[in-house]
């Protein structure tokens, strides 16, 4: 059972660091200070503490800072850990986040458009929009 719980806060831990840089984090993040924040008002102070770990990591990743990085996925592993360990109903909760992570992760692909020619007017290139477009 120990093994289980220290790879499962593991995987929690790397996930969470991986996607500190991406588009998907303001939703994990969100997420992610539900399931560690549950009680009075907790979700906001691990809302804050994750954010300060995001701008942390992107100084240390800019100045080649390795150990730094290591030591932000160690606290969150260890915040995981403690949680999974506290309240065996996390340990679903946050297998089903991982899941949902690892299935959001798959489906994201880099699209890389070129136009060329003459253009009279905006060119707009994209998978969806959501709203409306307009031009002045």
Do not use: C, Y
Request: charged letters at 20%; a negative charge.
């Amino acid at each position: 059972m120990a093994a289980e719980v220290a790879a499962l806060a593991a995987a929690g831990a790397s996930t969470l660091v991986s996607v500190m840089a991406t588009d998907g984090w303001a939703a994990l993040k969100a997420r992610v200070a539900q399931l560690l924040g549950r009680g009075d008002g907790g979700a906001e102070a691990v809302e804050a503490e994750l954010e300060q770990s995001s701008r942390e990591l992107a100084a240390a990743r800019q100045h080649g800072e390795e150990a730094l990085v290591v030591d932000i996925e160690t606290e969150w592993r260890m915040r995981f850990r403690r949680l999974i360990q506290e309240d065996p109903a996390a340990r679903n909760a946050l297998r089903e986040l991982l899941a949902e992570e690892h299935s959001a992760q798959q489906g994201t692909t880099t699209t890389h458009n070129t136009v060329s020619g003459t253009v009279d007017g905006p060119v707009v290139q994209t998978g969806s929009i959501q709203g409306g477009l307009h031009f002045q």
